[in-house]
């Protein structure tokens, strides 16, 4: 389970904090809380920003925004590993946080869906999106973990079944 605060600013609304978790393996992520501009780690938590002077362990640039967006449509299509249910869930404390409504499809074009967000996208709709782009690489570093242990056990003369 990774823990996650997204603390924004400089988006419409009010500056903020959102909690998350991500259950790696049921592959799914739950928003649970908006809370007000926190710049301290709340235990335990991975810090994600767009706020250059606090520490932090993942900077959020614009330049993030879309691939941000896609990773937000690939939780909220996909289903969990159970084949079930949603891979993405707002709680009732982060309801507000939900960027569906900020975002709209723009059309397709060759290199992919084009989109647009609404002007008045909020911090904490952002912190929603960066969460959502989190959790996916995430997704990709436990899948090279768990390539590079079956590696290892093979080296050492361990059996590998397809």
């Known amino acids: 389970m990774i823990q996650i605060q997204a603390t924004f600013t400089g988006y419409g609304g ?46 959020f640039a614009d330049a993030d925004l879309l691939p941000a967006i896609a990773a937000f449509q690939s939780l909220k299509n996909g289903v969990a590993a159970d084949g079930k249910a949603p891979r993405l869930v707002f709680g009732d404390r982060a309801n507000r946080a939900n960027p569906g409504n900020a975002i709209e499809q723009d059309g397709i074009e060759t290199s992919g869906p084009k989109y647009r967000i609404n002007a008045s996208v909020t911090c904490a709709q952002v912190a929603a999106l960066a969460t959502c782009l989190y959790a996916l690489r995430s997704d990709t570093v436990e899948s090279t973990v768990r390539m590079a242990e079956a590696f290892r056990h093979l080296a050492g003369g361990g059996i590998l079944t397809i």
């Open 14 to 59: 009010q500056p903020c904090s959102l909690f998350s978790a991500y259950d790696t393996d049921a592959r799914v992520l739950v928003v649970s809380a908006e809370a007000g501009y926190r710049a301290d780690r709340r235990e335990g938590c991975t810090i994600l920003t767009n706020v250059p002077d606090i520490t932090r362990d993942k900077l």
